[in-house]
T-cell receptor, first 114, second 112 residues
Framework: DSGVTQTPKHLITATGQRVTLRCSPRSGDLSVYWYQQSLDQGLQFLIH???????AKGNILERFSAQQFPDLHSELNLSSLELGDSALYFC?????????????FGNGTRLTVT | GESVGLHLPTLSVQEGDNSIINCAYSNSASDYFIWYKQESGKGPQFIIDIRSNMDKRQGQRVTVLLNKTVKHLSLQIAATQPGDSAVYFCAENTGANSKLTFGKGITLSVRP
């Protein structure tokens, strides 16, 4: 068990809808990272927050947004969903600001858009 | 279980043999490298990491080798067990925005 909790585990929704994925990092970790994993793209970095502030953006669509709250949990909001957004979404956490130490991943949320 | 990579290259090894999983990285300025294991239905699990000032690091049954000259990283698993069957990812810290960039992954299949 990595100590990172993601909810829900599975989410099925229709095109055009909006969903929120939630992540609780390991106790004491200040950084939260979001990754998308699809069959043909592997693990793609979306966004990084450190202690409530956005630190870096990767291949995140404008329809997607995230935030990290004062209690350090994070939410990833996906709107105007398209079929191609179906994927596994992972959250990872670490104590540090830089990704030069191991990230600890949750077990992901599987999003299916129909 | 859930599949995370239907089109990944596969390495098949006999139980008890040693496994070598190879990875070519892209950026000569990368200073941190890491290997993850992902089992079906789970998130990536940290195995071992290495910094660019080293060329070898050993863990329990695993060894990571780094060859900066040819930008090559390998993961060696000794006495491979059925529980080692999973998808393995290498990742590098490319420096820019200090984010980890993951490779596509390799499926390790252990034959009993």
């Amino acid at each position: 068990d990595s100590g990172v909790t993601q909810t829900p585990k599975h989410l099925i929704t229709a095109t055009g809808q909006r969903v929120t994925l939630r992540c609780s990092p390991r106790s004491g970790d200040l950084s939260v990272y979001w990754y998308q994993q699809s069959l043909d793209q592997g693990l793609q970095f979306l966004i990084h927050y450190y202690n409530g502030e956005e630190r870096a953006k990767g291949n995140i669509l404008e329809r997607f947004s995230a935030q990290q709250f004062p209690d350090l949990h994070s939410e990833l909001n996906l709107s105007s969903l398209e079929l191609g957004d179906s994927a596994l979404y992972f959250c990872a956490s670490s104590p540090w600001d830089r990704q030069n130490s191991p990230l600890h991943f949750g077990n992901g949320t599987r999003l299916t858009v129909t | 279980g859930e599949s995370v990579g239907l089109h990944l290259p596969t390495l098949s090894v006999q139980e008890g043999d040693n496994s070598i999983i190879n990875c070519a990285y892209s950026n000569s300025a990368s200073d941190y490298f890491i290997w993850y294991k992902q089992e079906s239905g789970k998130g990536p699990q940290f195995i071992i990491d290495i910094r660019s000032n080293m060329d070898k690091r050993q863990g329990q049954r695993v060894t990571v080798l780094l060859n900066k000259t040819v930008k090559h990283l390998s993961l060696q698993i000794a006495a491979t067990q059925p529980g080692d069957s999973a998808v393995y990812f290498c990742a590098e810290n490319t420096g820019a925005n200090s984010k980890l960039t993951f490779g596509k992954g390799i499926t390790l299949s252990v034959r009993p």
